[in-house]
């Protein structure tokens, strides 16, 4: 083919001049108009643009698409309404793309690629969530673990702690009790050293520094030298160690305690205790005695233990405490006269005193006391004044045997009267033997054998009638026979062989109390047992004191009394009971405590002593016990609050007989 024109050109193509026109321009060839020619080459040059744009490789591959156009024009012949026919124009276009295979395959692919792609970035995040959470149990699963171990060693850690703690405490009690041992054993070697009259010859006397510092002083080492080396070797530990726990103190109570009493028995200041009986409502002053009820509540308010020590205890610890097994010494006889009236019972007492006692005393006989001691060639013989079988059976009642051998004084002018058969009586119910003494025989109408005979009817038999009783005539006016009696009384004596404890504390009973002006309550005491001293504390009855001075029948002063020996005492709280036992105890406090103890008892067992109603005395106990017969009277709380008040009311609510 030759060169065409542009127009022919275009027909051929079945495309447009213009349209021609415009691509020739954009491959870059120059035609010149319509009417232009086109060379073999520009239309080669053309084509190889055009399948460019058309996206076909240059080398000549064949196109990946293909986009075919149809455009078909046609025309309709429309009938109008008013009988004219029109001609309308119709264009139909038509697009139609074509594909090639491969390239739908690889957009397939490519699709395919993408999908398999997301799909397994999916399944990486699905896979590191799933990892991520059995990483969070794992890890949770590893806290709960470590938690229940650490829990557990805490626990074992614990009671490893609490065994090691009481081990130690266990450790320090020992070492405690040890040390106390050790200390005990110290002190008692101390007194021993005291006691043998050396006194300690080393031992620092410090308070609170613990053993094994004693700077001892060695020969050849010079003070300061021994001195450094018992510190260098002992560590200065303080002696006191803190208690860990309060300490709770075991505390005995009798009857009553007094304030002060209690605060020491607790190891409290005495201002602590009165400051707690004062929260609980009851006033106290440090000397007070405060009665068992008062203390146990006090003493459980102050977080200690109460002991309530058993009602006859302190009676108990007084007679074991007299036991002893000291070597028992003869004693000299108590010898009491008895006999019906006016037979000269107080003449024969008068004649011995007057003519035994008051031997080389000048200035006469100053009888000051119920009781008087003769010494005779053969021995001492104690005469009990208070005759009178009223004194003797009311001494009896309270269990204080006295005499150790009754004289029955019967005048023989008289013979057998109802009062020398009561005496008889009364010394058989003692079991005391009895020595006649037929007195009045310097009389005119003395008859000897007839009061034999009298006597023999009351079983009181003489020796020479086949007897064991002496009979002794006497005459107290003239004082024939005194000697022959006397020596009478002895040789009984020696029968009855009548011993007694010499060095011990002095058992006694009281003959007689009184209250003296200016002395205070003066007792007469026959001292039993034991040997009575100035300065002893004692009991006696209901009463305490200590001794302050003693005095024989004729009011001089003595130091000591010893057994069968009678004398006059000073120093009790207040005249005792006749025949009231006599103690000497340990110490004050002690005597204290058993007479108040007493006191209390009487209290409950009948209508309180005068004494024992003042208001000290006055306690809870009285009204459990012994309440009056007005029971409206000393109400606790009346009791409690208003004690002098109380006292009085004790007074006026006594029961009318
Ligand atoms: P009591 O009541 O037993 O104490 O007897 P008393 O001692 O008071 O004596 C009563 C009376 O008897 C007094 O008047 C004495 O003088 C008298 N009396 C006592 N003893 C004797 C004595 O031995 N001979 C004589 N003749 N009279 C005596
Ligand atoms: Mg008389």
């Given at each position: 083919m030759s060169e065409v024109t542009v127009e022919q050109f275009a027909e051929v193509l079945k495309v447009s001049v213009d349209k021609l026109l415009a691509q020739?321009?954009?491959?870059?060839?120059?035609?010149?108009?319509?009417k232009g020619r086109i060379s073999e080459d520009a239309k080669h040059e053309l084509l190889t643009h055009l399948r460019k744009a058309h996206g076909k490789a240059e080398d000549g591959g064949a196109p990946r698409k293909i986009t075919l156009r149809r455009k078909a024009q046609s025309e309709i012949r429309v009938a109008a309404p008013m009988g004219k026919a029109r001609t309308v124009s119709v264009e139909v276009r038509r697009q139609r793309t074509y594909i090639k295979?491969?390239?739908?395959?690889?957009?397939?692919?490519?699709?395919?690629?993408?999908?398999?792609?997301?799909?397994?970035?999916?399944?990486?995040?699905?896979?590191?969530?799933?990892?991520?959470?059995?990483?969070?149990?794992?890890q949770r699963e590893a806290q709960r673990r470590e938690r229940e171990e650490s829990e557990r060693r805490s626990v074992e850690e614990n009671s490893r702690r609490a065994a090691e703690e009481q081990i130690r405490r266990e450790t320090e009690q020992k070492a405690r009790e040890q040390a106390e041992k050790e200390r005990r054993q110290r002190e008692e070697k101390s007194r021993k050293t005291t006691e043998d009259g050396k006194g300690p010859r080393f031992g620092r006397q410090e308070l609170h520094i613990s053993g094994g510092l004693s700077a001892r002083h060695k020969k050849g080492r010079t003070r300061s030298e021994s001195?450094?080396?018992?510190?260098?070797?002992?560590d200065r530990k303080h002696g006191f160690e803190l208690p860990t726990q309060p300490m709770q103190h075991e505390v005995n109570i009798g009857e009553t305690i007094t304030v002060a009493?209690?605060?020491q028995r607790m190891a409290v200041k005495?201002?602590?205790?009165?400051?707690?009986?004062?929260?609980?409502?009851v006033i106290a002053t440090i000397n007070q005695p405060i009665d068992q009820d008062t203390a146990v509540l006090v003493i459980e308010e102050m977080g200690h233990v109460a002991k309530i020590l058993k009602a006859d205890q302190i009676e108990e610890e007084l007679q074991a405490g007299m036991k002893s097994s000291e070597e028992l010494l003869p004693r000299p006889p108590v010898?009491?006269?008895?006999?019906?009236?006016?037979h000269g019972k107080t003449s024969l007492l008068d004649y011995i005193r007057r003519t035994k006692v008051a031997a080389g005393e000048a200035g006469g006989i100053t009888q000051h006391i119920g009781a008087y001691h003769v010494e005779t060639p053969r021995g001492v013989i104690t005469f009990l004044d208070t005759p009178g079988h009223a004194a003797f059976t009311a001494m009896r009642a309270r269990g204080a045997q006295v005499t150790d051998i009754v004289v029955l004084v019967v005048a023989a002018d008289d013979g057998v009267m109802p009062q020398t058969k009561e005496a008889i009586q009364h010394a058989r119910a003692a079991g005391v033997p009895i020595v006649v003494a037929v007195n009045k025989i310097d009389k005119h109408g003395a008859d000897l054998e007839k009061v034999r005979g009298e006597l023999s009817q009351e079983a009181v038999i003489a020796e020479d009638w086949g007897g064991e009783n002496i009979f002794v005539p006497v005459s107290a006016k003239t004082g024939d026979g005194i000697d022959k009696l006397l020596e009478s009384i002895l040789l009984q004596a020696e029968v009855l062989e009548l011993k007694a404890v010499r060095d011990a504390p002095a058992v006694g009973v009281v003959l007689e109390a009184s209250v003296e002006r200016g002395r205070g309550a003066v007792a007469t005491v026959l001292v039993k047992r034991g040997t009575l001293k100035v300065g002893d504390s004692v009991v006696a009855g209901e009463q305490f004191g200590r001794v302050r001075a003693l005095a024989d029948e004729l009011g001089r002063e003595t130091q000591e009394a010893g057994p069968s020996i009678p004398v006059q005492m000073l120093g009790l709280s207040s005249p005792p009971n006749a025949g009231d036992e006599l103690l000497v105890v340990d110490n004050e406090r002690k005597a204290r405590e058993v007479a108040l103890y007493r006191q209390g008892n009487s209290a409950t067992s009948a209508w309180p002593s005068r004494r024992a109603r003042s208001p000290r005395m006055c306690s809870r106990r009285w009204e459990k016990k012994a309440r009056p017969a007005r029971s409206t009277c000393c109400l606790r709380r009346t009791c409690r609050a208003r004690r002098r008040r109380c006292a009085r009311r004790w007074t006026s609510c006594r029961p009318a007989k």
């Amino acid at each position: 083919m030759s060169e065409v024109t542009v127009e022919q050109f275009a027909e051929v193509l079945k495309v447009s001049v213009d349209k021609l026109l415009a691509q020739l321009e954009e491959a870059g060839i120059r035609v010149d108009g319509p009417k232009g020619r086109i060379s073999e080459d520009a239309k080669h040059e053309l084509l190889t643009h055009l399948r460019k744009a058309h996206g076909k490789a240059e080398d000549g591959g064949a196109p990946r698409k293909i986009t075919l156009r149809r455009k078909a024009q046609s025309e309709i012949r429309v009938a109008a309404p008013m009988g004219k026919a029109r001609t309308v124009s119709v264009e139909v276009r038509r697009q139609r793309t074509y594909i090639k295979r491969d390239v739908l395959e690889e957009q397939a692919r490519v699709a395919q690629e993408e999908v398999d792609r997301q799909r397994e970035t999916e399944d990486a995040e699905r896979l590191a969530l799933e990892e991520r959470a059995k990483r969070d149990v794992e890890q949770r699963e590893a806290q709960r673990r470590e938690r229940e171990e650490s829990e557990r060693r805490s626990v074992e850690e614990n009671s490893r702690r609490a065994a090691e703690e009481q081990i130690r405490r266990e450790t320090e009690q020992k070492a405690r009790e040890q040390a106390e041992k050790e200390r005990r054993q110290r002190e008692e070697k101390s007194r021993k050293t005291t006691e043998d009259g050396k006194g300690p010859r080393f031992g620092r006397q410090e308070l609170h520094i613990s053993g094994g510092l004693s700077a001892r002083h060695k020969k050849g080492r010079t003070r300061s030298e021994s001195r450094r080396r018992a510190v260098s070797t002992a560590d200065r530990k303080h002696g006191f160690e803190l208690p860990t726990q309060p300490m709770q103190h075991e505390v005995n109570i009798g009857e009553t305690i007094t304030v002060a009493e209690l605060a020491q028995r607790m190891a409290v200041k005495a201002n602590e205790v009165i400051k707690t009986m004062l929260n609980m409502g009851v006033i106290a002053t440090i000397n007070q005695p405060i009665d068992q009820d008062t203390a146990v509540l006090v003493i459980e308010e102050m977080g200690h233990v109460a002991k309530i020590l058993k009602a006859d205890q302190i009676e108990e610890e007084l007679q074991a405490g007299m036991k002893s097994s000291e070597e028992l010494l003869p004693r000299p006889p108590v010898v009491t006269i008895m006999g019906h009236v006016d037979h000269g019972k107080t003449s024969l007492l008068d004649y011995i005193r007057r003519t035994k006692v008051a031997a080389g005393e000048a200035g006469g006989i100053t009888q000051h006391i119920g009781a008087y001691h003769v010494e005779t060639p053969r021995g001492v013989i104690t005469f009990l004044d208070t005759p009178g079988h009223a004194a003797f059976t009311a001494m009896r009642a309270r269990g204080a045997q006295v005499t150790d051998i009754v004289v029955l004084v019967v005048a023989a002018d008289d013979g057998v009267m109802p009062q020398t058969k009561e005496a008889i009586q009364h010394a058989r119910a003692a079991g005391v033997p009895i020595v006649v003494a037929v007195n009045k025989i310097d009389k005119h109408g003395a008859d000897l054998e007839k009061v034999r005979g009298e006597l023999s009817q009351e079983a009181v038999i003489a020796e020479d009638w086949g007897g064991e009783n002496i009979f002794v005539p006497v005459s107290a006016k003239t004082g024939d026979g005194i000697d022959k009696l006397l020596e009478s009384i002895l040789l009984q004596a020696e029968v009855l062989e009548l011993k007694a404890v010499r060095d011990a504390p002095a058992v006694g009973v009281v003959l007689e109390a009184s209250v003296e002006r200016g002395r205070g309550a003066v007792a007469t005491v026959l001292v039993k047992r034991g040997t009575l001293k100035v300065g002893d504390s004692v009991v006696a009855g209901e009463q305490f004191g200590r001794v302050r001075a003693l005095a024989d029948e004729l009011g001089r002063e003595t130091q000591e009394a010893g057994p069968s020996i009678p004398v006059q005492m000073l120093g009790l709280s207040s005249p005792p009971n006749a025949g009231d036992e006599l103690l000497v105890v340990d110490n004050e406090r002690k005597a204290r405590e058993v007479a108040l103890y007493r006191q209390g008892n009487s209290a409950t067992s009948a209508w309180p002593s005068r004494r024992a109603r003042s208001p000290r005395m006055c306690s809870r106990r009285w009204e459990k016990k012994a309440r009056p017969a007005r029971s409206t009277c000393c109400l606790r709380r009346t009791c409690r609050a208003r004690r002098r008040r109380c006292a009085r009311r004790w007074t006026s609510c006594r029961p009318a007989k």
